[in-house]
Nanobody, 125 residues
Framework: VQLQASGGGLVQTGASLRLSCAAS????????AGWFRQAPGKEREFVAA????????LYADSVKGRFTISRDRAKNTVHLQMSSLKPDDTAVYYC???????????????????WGQGTQVTVSS
């Protein structure tokens, strides 16, 4: 599976941005897909995840209520709609996937098998 992330950019505080992650090489099927982010000097951290088959979602507390993860079955694509962006949201955002949803998991880097290349999101104050 190859993942291609896109949609990053430079925005002001309070703005919205939508990231996309297109999968090729396989259909998501029963996959779990997620978004992580990594700010300079920090470890990669979980943002959100979605179970492809059921649409069940998980969110980090820091983005709950502001970010929404969704899937487009027809385009084999996962989106991350980000609203009310803050400077603390500045990071490189990575999409990731694993062939089967991991019950009780999906929030750690090691839970995922496939990674996209990352897209930069910068929020200015």
């Amino acid at each position: 599976v190859q993942l291609q992330a896109s949609g990053g950019g430079l925005v002001q505080t309070g703005a919205s941005l939508r990231l996309s992650c297109a999968a090729s090489g396989d259909t998501f099927g029963n996959y779990g897909a997620g978004w992580f982010r990594q700010a300079p000097g920090k470890e990669r951290e979980f943002v959100a995840a979605i179970r492809w088959m059921t649409g069940m979602t998980l969110y980090a507390d820091s983005v709950k209520g502001r970010f929404t993860i969704s899937r487009d079955r027809a385009k084999n694509t996962v989106h991350l709609q980000m609203s009310s962006l803050k400077p603390d949201d500045t990071a490189v955002y990575y999409c990731a996937a694993r062939p089967r949803w991991l019950a009780g998991g999906m929030t750690k880097v090691d839970d995922y098998d496939y990674w996209g290349q990352g897209t930069q999101v910068t929020v200015s104050s």
